[in-house]
């Protein structure tokens, strides 16, 4: 005799149903989450892939208001997040035509700042498919002990141990363990996958960070190297 999935959720004691009910909630709070950090890290990279050319082009021109235009018309791009009032404090600083090793720390701080910011806003969301992938096979377990309790309830009422009267009990454990594992897979793929993006878009902020640092080098070097205006 077979059973449809109607027929066991029929059979199914109020605290298995219940379990069944809060693992579903769980994974659709999984989706939402992971539904969007997909499209929080498409935009990001959407918009860094049209901000990488031109911002390029424009620190090769020493253009920083080109440049400063580019960062903020980005805002969604996570390396332009890195470079958040950095040519303001550029600008101040070069006004005398002399780019000083401390100008050029603070300079660094503010990247490593706005670097930091923006990691922790990629990470924000990650905790909660975290914690779903590490308890929905608890939860998933709590209704299986209830389950097999029961089925040791119902052979007690029947006094014989035949598959009839523990079938019910069984069928609740075993779904509920299902259905816990169901949840929990998925969530804890997503979270591996989405804290990788996270570590690649932290190299590539990082790679940014030092690169813009060598254009710093390079550009103190060239206005030390011009004549100062003499009044």
Known sequence: MQLSLLELWGTMGWFAKGIVFVLLGM???????????????????????????????????????????????????HLAAAFRGVFDNLLLFSKDRRLSAVEIASIQRTIELNSLE??????????VLATIGATAPFVGLLGTTMGVVNAFTGMAA???????????????ALITTAFGLFVAIPAVWLYNYFVNRIEYVGMEIQ????????????YEA?????????V
């Open 27 to 77: 994974s659709v709070y999984a989706a939402a989450v992971a539904f969007r950090k997909a499209l929080e890290f498409r935009r990001s990279r959407k918009q860094t892939v049209a901000f990488s050319a031109p911002f390029s082009k424009a620190l090769e021109e020493e253009n920083y208001d080109v440049a400063s235009a580019l960062v903020k018309k980005h805002q969604k791009s």
């Open 207 to 218: 790679y940014g960070a030092k690169e813009f640092t060598d254009f710093l080098l390079h």
């Open 222 to 230: 060239r206005i030390k190297a011009q004549p100062r205006a003499t």
């Open 158 to 172: 029947s006094g014989s141990g035949g598959l009839t009267a523990i079938s019910a009990g069984i069928a609740e």
């Open 118 to 127: 923006q990691l922790a806003s990629l990470r924000r969301g990650l905790g």
